[in-house]
Each structure stands twice: as structure tokens, then as C-alpha cells.
Nanobody, 113 residues
């Protein structure tokens, strides 16, 4: 079982990024999947959930700016991030639980001018 995130980088405030999470060893659509993040010096924070039926949920801090989706054929999950703010700076992980257990290695997102 492996999760590999990609797509992070440095972006200016107001910009956009799309993160990807590719799974191997299991099907992403078989259970709820999560994006969580960890800002410098802080704990893990739940960001978003996608269910097997593709229902999506977001934390209040990103609601209206982020979107989550899944490509079943590619066994890949995405996090489209728009209107990025400096407070979104963090390492972003895809995970099999909202607590961040069974997560990938993460991808760094830095929002700065």
C-alpha cells in the first residue's frame, strides 16, 4: 500500500495549484480518502474528504476555494487549490484517515509573494 503526492510548489497569494495523489496496492474509490496538511510548527489539520460515491467535504478554512476529485481509472485523487493564502502554506498529505494515519510522504506548498 503506497500513496504518492505531487504538484506542490511556490505560488503567490491568490494563485492556484493542483495536487495529485496516486495510490498503489489498493483502490482509492473503495473508502473515504482524505487530504490533510501540516503547517510549520503545527499539528496535522484535516482539509478535505472524498467518499466512494464522490461526496466531498471541506474544512471551513478552505471551503469555497478548494475542490477534491478522483480519477478511478488512474487510481489518483486531486486537490485543486484556488485563491491560495499564506496561511495555506504547509506540507500536504493524502491519507486513508482524517487523522493522517497511512499517509504519503507529502508535497510542500508555499504561498508567498
Amino acid at each position: 500500500v503506497q500513496l504518492v503526492e505531487s504538484g506542490g510548489g511556490l505560488v503567490q497569494p491568490g494563485g492556484s495549484l493542483r495536487l495529485s495523489c496516486t495510490a498503489s496496492g489498493f483502490s482509492l474509490r473503495a473508502s473515504d480518502m482524505y487530504w490533510v496538511r501540516q503547517a510549520p510548527g503545527k499539528g496535522l489539520e484535516w482539509v478535505s474528504t472524498i467518499t466512494p460515491s464522490a461526496l466531498s467535504f471541506f474544512s471551513n478554512s478552505v471551503k469555497g476555494r478548494f475542490a477534491i476529485s478522483r480519477d478511478n481509472a488512474k487510481n489518483t485523487m486531486y486537490l485543486q487549490m484556488n485563491g491560495l493564502k499564506p496561511d495555506d502554506t504547509a506540507v500536504y498529505y493524502c491519507a486513508r484517515s482524517a487523522s493522517g494515519a497511512d499517509r504519503g510522504q507529502g508535497t510542500q506548498v508555499t504561498v508567498s509573494s
